[in-house]
């Protein structure tokens, strides 16, 4: 029978109501009780690192899920891990670059309303991420949640409250999950012949920058001693404004000049930045040959970028790896 490694993080699925809010105090073997049927297709043992709302999830954290699955990858078929929604897709995205090339399935889920309340998603999605982690078809880090398989570096949160909180960005989901039935829309297991690789290094000296109209790019000038890489959340397809004083095209060169790696990304969460349809784009690429996001979400730039730096603070080396894809993260490789 298929062993899964059910890794208990905290987060709203295994939360209780207290006086000052929810807080996560149900432990791992504890939410095995509201999934008996899963017992007919796995065996599932538990460990709880940690026991925190998402929001305080962090690098720290991602280093140690990853060193988590590298000590048990052996030992198992399959990796759920249960975690809080706010920073879940932040987490999915970590994974996909710390382990890299999985033949197995490490799967993240989580809820919007506590499991041991009736009204709740936890049960399904938590039997639904088993489930999917269990099948032979299953590879690589994903989201489970709502009935839907997401690439790990394609999740975004969407809604606070709904059931269908998350959606996939720029690339169609890896299957649905309906009446226990498993329907994959992408089944490529084997096509990745590279063997499993796990990071153990994040750089979380990442800043960053979201634009507004009328933004002073001298702001960026007082970041550069704290931060080793700075990720512009720009208008539209990408650009930077020019109100006339030259900026932020002063602080771009500043950053670039001192070795640290500046990148570009959209406020637009869907079809992607492209910095070479307008001048306000196409000059300041040209001249800082800095790397855009394209097609990626803002998670996947964040934890990549961060994943990179763990490695290298080269930038011809960051921008290299940066434009490699990973997990489905970047269909647009220039």
Known sequence: MVKILLIATGGTIASRHTEKGLSPQIPGEELLEYIPE?????????????SLDSTNVHGEQWVMLADLIREHYDEYDGFVICHGTDTMAYTAAALSYLVQHSAKPIVITGAQRPIDIPDTDARTNLLDSVRFASDERAHDVCIVFGGMVIAGTRAKKERTKSYDAFSSINYPPIAVIQDRRIIFYIDDKGQDTAPVSFSDQINSKVFLYRMIPGSDGNILDSLMDRYDALIIESFGVGGIPDYGDGSFREAIRKWTSAGKSVVMATQVPNEGSDMSVYEVGHAVKNE????ESYDMTLEAVIAKTMWILGRTRDRGEFKELFYKSVNHDLLFVP
């Not at 899963?38 to 940690?50: E, G, L, M, S």
């Not at 800082?288 to 790397?291: A, G, M, Q, R, T």
């Open 288 to 291: 800082y040959h800095i790397p």
């Open 38 to 50: 899963a017992k007919a297709f796995c065996r599932i043992n538990v460990i709880q690192p940690f």
